[in-house]
């Protein structure tokens, strides 16, 4: 985000790279117009951050999307793969009534959920497959109130209304929890409740996921207490 991917010539022709070793403020923010001229834009008060392999997404107070980094599969969600080297405003939230509420950056991939609910999707989870230059619709989740969503390498999953829901391309690791089934949906699959604990919120690593579920009732206390019991003192 500071204007430079810090690559620099070092001794004997090798290509090296400055890491910045302090924390460093960014320093602007921009919009590119239909033209190709670069603006800055102004009054950007950050309200969240989400980093994925090669990318950064901002979301500010104004519910307005930046992305910077590697532009690979459309990531950036700027309909071309081009390196971005300072925060660069994502258009489709930048209209009223269309802003965004939530941002998640997978490894290849980015997500947003709007400010009316809608949840948006660009860049790729199967890298072998057609990429998503700029935000669209995810058309199988239309309706569903997500309050959370993570990203693995390839895989997502998602805490909405009642149901955890999980996708991804294969070979997966167990991560889409599937009580032993190996198929791995590319896509978001049906949409309807699961019948496992209420989930307040997801979080997923490389080839992993964990829940935090809700035990208020006894209904969803019995639930839990039906689970197996993970113990890594075990293994």
């Given at each position: 985000g500071h204007n430079s991917d810090g690559k620099f010539i070092a001794r004997a022709q090798r290509i090296e790279y400055d890491c910045e070793l302090v924390p460093r403020r960014v320093g602007i923010f921009v919009e590119r117009t239909k033209d190709g001229q670069v603006l800055p834009v102004p009054n950007v008060v950050v309200r969240d951050v989400a980093c994925g392999a090669n990318h950064t997404?901002?979301?500010d107070s104004q519910k307005r999307v930046f992305s910077w980094g590697f532009g690979g599969y459309g990531r950036l969600g700027h309909a071309e793969q081009k390196d971005e080297l300072v925060p660069r405003l994502v258009k489709l939230f930048d209209f009223p009534g269309r802003g965004a509420s939530q941002i998640y950056a997978g490894y290849?991939?980015?997500f947003a959920v709007s400010e009316t609910g809608g949840l948006f999707f660009w860049g790729a989870t199967n890298t072998s497959r057609e990429?998503?230059?700029y935000p669209?619709?995810?058309q199988d989740l239309c309706g569903w109130r997500i309050r959370s969503l993570a990203c693995g390498k390839s895989s997502v999953i998602v805490a909405a209304d009642e149901s955890t829901i999980s996708w991804g391309p294969s070979p997966t690791f167990g991560e889409l929890v599937r009580d032993g089934n190996p198929e791995s949906p590319t896509d978001p699959p049906d949409s309807?409740?699961?019948p496992g604990p209420f989930p307040f919120q997801?979080?997923?690593g490389?080839?992993?996921s964990l829940v935090i579920a809700r035990d208020e009732s006894e209904a969803e206390q019995e639930k839990l207490r039906k689970l197996p019991e993970y113990n890594p003192r075990t293994l």
């Open positions: 997404l901002v979301l290849t991939c980015s990429s998503t230059m669209k619709a995810v309807r409740p699961s997801v979080a997923m490389y080839a992993h």
